[in-house]
């Protein structure tokens, strides 16, 4: 009997294991061939006319400096407005919480929109600027938009990660620390940032990985500004001349880059590797005085300058356009949500139905994962774990150029389906969500189990009706994380999608590119609500007001 309740486990070590090499290490492998494999024989020309072409050079390096200077900015910006907020008694805090979330919860593209909308050549502050004050406004193109917009849009998580190391640091350690005269900004950067380093290397290399591969923000605001994600696509779309070779040449360089900075981060960790017990959580101080009002003025302003763009497209998606579509004209009506649902209304559907497959999918093989790495492990479970990790550093042009290649021709032809942007979307969000569930469970004792189990339950019964609903706190909260990104995803869905595939995230972006400004907004605000509703309904099913991740 024992054997047979082994056996059920080792045929889900099996299954992951075939998915895995399915559908990550069989599409990435024919990039890898497609990149060296020319006229049927193997060569390095596609490597060496990237290296030897300063055109192509200077994408990466374009790159690679947008995604420092972000990882940077977001730093700041999210390590101080978490210290302000955790540390101190701010007024509206809760408030302060939900709306730094929400300004991460929309595609960057959107952003980026938004922003032109803003500080374009005609957007409204602009305007404002150079009509009554006689003012220039900064230019929102270029290497300072595309920070400006990802800075807005990556601080937010640093936030989150930072927040959560802090209310894991004991009130004694910051007591102790004032015993000895370190106070201020010196108790901040002696104690608060080295008990907060892992947490904060963490989200700094997701930080950069995410800066590094986004696609939407610098093909709408880049104007020359030449970046790597968008190299590739072009390669690969071909507005040049298709290049699927080339393509899979970058996209192999690109994976060699983030996989790099992934282990350079790793070995960087390891210095900061400890366990911490908060028995008495940190105790807000008041924030009095002239340094109460800066705090106060602080976090207010940081987070009004990154919502603003949201709230502007919602109040612009109620304006109504001339007949070219391209302008905005006195007057308010829903024209805009008719013209969107006129055009393109399957969207709203086909984003939910795909949101919800591919977070059932994300969700089973997570927690399933999980638990065989933390539970059962072997060298098959550690496989898992390690082919688990691959989509951390593989960018999502990366995954859906590898997702064509591998399965446009053969026994299983899956391009221009829904099934394969289901399978690339949840791929991408396996890492996240494996490592969340994966932490959520090594919080639970493994003598909760023995006990079911010394009981009569068996293995499986026990992690159904025991381990599941002990994680489900870690569960749900991985999920609402995971469903707000998969309606946003844009990079691996823009090489995948078909017209009966198109998600909101696609509508949005297809109407930016047109030049179709009221349903553009239309249906960005849809989304916008869409990510709203879920965060309220995380808070509502948890009875908590923090997201953790």
Request: hydrophobic share 50%.
């Amino acid at each position: 009997m024992n054997k047979n309740k082994l056996n059920v486990w080792h045929i889900f070590s099996l299954l992951l294991l075939v998915f895995d090499l399915l559908f990550i290490v069989y599409p990435l492998f024919n990039v890898l061939k497609n990149s060296i494999i020319i006229d049927h024989q193997f060569s390095l020309a596609h490597f060496v006319r990237f290296f030897g072409d300063s055109y192509y050079l200077d994408t990466l390096i374009n790159s690679l400096k947008v995604a420092f200077v972000v990882t940077l900015t977001s730093l700041f910006f999210g390590i101080l407005l978490a210290y302000a907020n955790t540390i101190y008694e701010l007024k509206g805090s809760l408030f302060l919480q939900i709306v730094t979330i929400l300004c991460s919860m929309s595609a960057p593209f959107v952003g980026a929109y938004s922003w032109i909308l803003l500080l374009g050549r005609g957007g409204a502050i602009t305007t404002f600027l150079k009509d009554v004050l006689n003012v220039a406004a900064p230019s929102i193109y270029g290497f300072g938009g595309i920070v400006l917009v990802m800075t807005t849009k990556l601080f937010p998580l640093v936030y989150l990660y930072v927040s959560g190391a802090l209310k894991g640091i004991d009130q004694s350690l910051m007591e102790a620390a004032e015993n000895l005269q370190c106070t201020g900004f010196k108790r901040f950067t002696k104690v608060v940032l080295p008990l907060c380093m892992p947490s904060i290397l963490a989200v700094a290399l997701m930080v950069f990985l995410r800066a590094m591969a986004d696609f939407g923000t610098p093909v709408l605001i880049g104007e020359g500004y030449r970046t790597f994600s968008v190299e590739i696509y072009k390669q690969y779309i071909g507005e040049g001349g298709m290049d699927h070779g080339f393509a899979a040449a970058i996209s192999i360089i690109a994976i060699m880059i983030t996989a790099v900075i992934f282990f350079t981060q790793k070995a960087v960790s390891k210095r900061f590797s400890f366990k911490m017990d908060s028995m008495h959580p940190i105790q807000k101080q008041k924030a009095e005085g002239l340094f109460g009002v800066l705090l106060h003025v602080y976090s207010y302003l940081v987070v009004a300058i990154s919502f603003m763009p949201q709230l502007y497209i919602i109040y612009t998606s109620f304006r109504n356009v001339s007949k070219s579509g391209n302008t905005f004209v006195a007057g308010y009506s829903l024209n805009n949500y008719k013209a969107f649902l006129a055009r393109m209304g399957q969207a709203v559907p086909t984003t939910l139905l795909i949101g919800v497959v591919t977070l059932a999918l994300t969700l089973v093989i997570a927690v399933l994962t999980a638990y065989l790495i933390v539970r059962r492990n072997n060298k098959i479970n550690s496989a898992l774990d390690t082919l688990s990790m691959i989509p951390y550093i593989v960018p999502g042009s990366v995954v859906g150029i590898s997702m064509v290649m591998g399965f446009s021709t053969g026994p299983l032809v899956l391009t221009g389906t829904m099934a394969i942007m289901i399978i690339a979307i949840a791929i991408r969000r396996m890492p996240y969500t494996i490592r969340s569930s994966v932490a959520t469970l090594q919080q639970i004792p493994l003598t909760v189990e023995e006990a079911a189990e010394s009981l009569g339950c068996s293995k499986f019964k026990t992690f159904i009706k025991i381990t599941v609903p002990m994680m489900m706190r870690g569960i749900i909260s991985g999920a609402i994380v995971s469903w707000i990104t998969i309606l946003t995803e844009l990079s691996s869905s823009i090489i995948l999608y078909s017209s009966k595939t198109t998600t909101l995230t696609l509508s949005t972006y297809i109407f930016v590119s047109r030049g179709t400004l009221g349903p553009a907004a239309a249906s960005a605000s849809i989304l916008t609500l869409f990510t709203t509703v879920s965060l309220l309904l995380f808070f509502k099913l948890t009875k908590s007001s923090d997201l953790a991740l």
